[in-house]
DNA sequence: GTGGTAACAAATGACATTTTTTGTTATTTG
DNA sequence: CAAATAACAAAAAATGTCATTTGTTACCAC
C-alpha cells in the first residue's frame, strides 16, 4: 500500500502513454482481447478519461496502428528526398516498404493483424497511408523523368504500373499470406521482381 | 399431400444433384448458412445419407468450389496445349485466370468466398488448384524457353517471377480486394502489367 | 481550461441452457 | 447387396439472461 498510484509521472504526455499500453496489450493479446477499462487501469484513471484522448476504441486502434506506420512513411519520404539516382531511390522505397512489412509480421504479428485488417476494411487511415507513400513514389517517379532516367509517358500508367507488379511485396494482406514462404526466398523475389520492373521503366515503352 | 416425393428422377448421379442442390444454397445464402440438414431436405432424403457421398461439410464445399474450379484450369490447359507461340499462350493464360476470377466474384461472390477461404487457409484443393496452374505456366516457360522465344537462364525464378509480376491479377484474394476498382480498369492494367512482363522474359536477363 | 472523476443509458460480452447440426453406426428396404 | 433410413452421441450454434464495457455528459479541482 506504499504505492496507490503506481503510474510513475512519465516524461511521455498522457496520451502517448495511452498509447503504448494499448499497443502492449495489443501485442499480447490481440486487439479482440483488449478493452477500454483494462487500458484506462493500466494506465491508472478512470474509463471515461480515456475517452478524452481517443474518441472510440476503433481511434484507439487506428492511433496504435498509425504510430507504427509513421516511421515506414518517413523512411520512404527519406530515401525519397535523399539526392541520390531516382531508379535507385524506387527501388530502395518498395524494398524498404516489403522489409518493414515483413519486420512487422514476425516481431508483432497481433499489430500487423490491426494493420490488415483497416486495409482490408479500407479504414481511411490505411487509404491514407497508401496515398502517401504513393505520392513519394510518384514524386520519384517525376524526378525519374524530368531527369530522362525513366522513360515515361504516362504518369498514371507508370504510377499503377509499380504498385500492381510489386503488389505481392507492398500489400499487408499478401504480405501476410506468404508467411510461411521463408524470408530469404521473398526478399530475393523481391529485389528481383523490382528490378525487372525498374529496367521497364528505364527502357521506355510504358 | 399428392406428391409426397417431389424430387424427379433426375438425370443425374445423386451426388451431383446434391453438389448442385449445395452450390445453389451457397449462392443464395452464404457458406455460413449452409447446413449438411438443409441440404438433405432439399435433396428430399435423410441427412445421413448425405454423408455417403460426402465425408463432411467441408468435403461438400470443396466438392462445390472444385466444380467451379475446374473449367478454369481445362480453360488453362487448353490455351496451354494449342499450338500457338508460346509468348500469346502465356499472356492468355494468365488473363484467362483473371477474367474467370474476377467473373466469378462478380457472378457468384458467395462461391468466390468459398476459394478465397481455401486459399487463405492452404487447404489442399487450393493448393492442388495453384499446382496445376503452375504446371501448365511452367510448360508454355519451357515451350517458349526451347524455341528460343523467351531468354531464361533459371526456369524456377522465371516461374516464380510470373506469379509475382501478376499476383495481383491471379490471387483470388487481391482480386476480391480490388473488387471496388472499376472492371474496365483493372483489365487493362492486366494487360499491360502482363504484357510487360513478357516483354522481360522475351529480351532476356532473368 | 487542462486534467481529471462520477454517473448513466445503450451496446457489447460472457455464460448457462436448450436446440440444432454433425458425423457414426445399426437397421431397414427393395 | 446397394441405397437409404433411423437412432444416437458429440460438437456446435442459437437463445435468453445478466454483468461489463462503451460512449456521453455533467461536474470538480487546480
Not at 8 to 23: F, G, H, K, N
Not at 33 to 48: C, D, P
Not at 177 to 200: F, S
Amino acid at each position: 500500500m506504499s504505492e496507490p498510484k503506481p503510474a510513475p509521472p512519465s516524461a511521455e504526455s498522457v496520451d502517448l502513454r495511452i498509447l503504448d499500453l494499448a499497443a502492449d496489450h495489443v501485442r499480447r493479446f490481440g486487439a479482440a482481447r483488449l478493452t477500454i477499462v483494462a487500458v484506462a487501469r493500466e494506465a491508472g484513471m478512470s474509463h471515461g478519461n480515456v475517452y478524452r484522448y481517443f474518441p472510440s476504441k476503433e481511434a484507439l486502434f487506428d492511433a496504435v496502428t498509425e504510430q507504427w506506420l509513421k516511421p515506414v512513411e518517413s523512411d520512404c519520404r527519406r530515401i525519397a528526398e535523399a539526392p541520390d539516382p531516382a531508379f535507385d531511390k524506387l527501388e530502395r522505397i518498395i524494398v524498404s516498404i516489403h522489409r518493414s512489412y515483413r519486420d512487422k509480421l514476425e516481431s508483432d504479428a497481433e499489430i500487423f493483424d490491426l494493420f490488415c485488417r483497416s486495409f482490408e476494411e479500407g479504414r481511411t487511415i490505411a487509404r491514407k497511408h497508401r496515398t502517401r507513400i504513393q505520392s513519394e513514389i510518384q514524386k520519384v517517379l517525376e524526378e525519374g523523368t524530368g531527369g530522362g532516367m525513366f522513360e515515361i509517358a504516362d504518369q498514371r500508367r507508370a504510377l499503377a504500373l509499380v504498385f500492381d507488379a510489386a503488389y505481392r511485396f507492398m500489400s499487408p494482406v499478401s504480405i501476410r499470406l506468404d508467411r510461411n514462404v521463408p524470408r530469404g526466398q521473398m526478399d530475393g523475389r523481391c529485389d528481383r521482381c523490382v528490378r525487372l520492373m525498374l529496367r521497364i521503366l528505364a527502357s521506355g515503352k510504358i
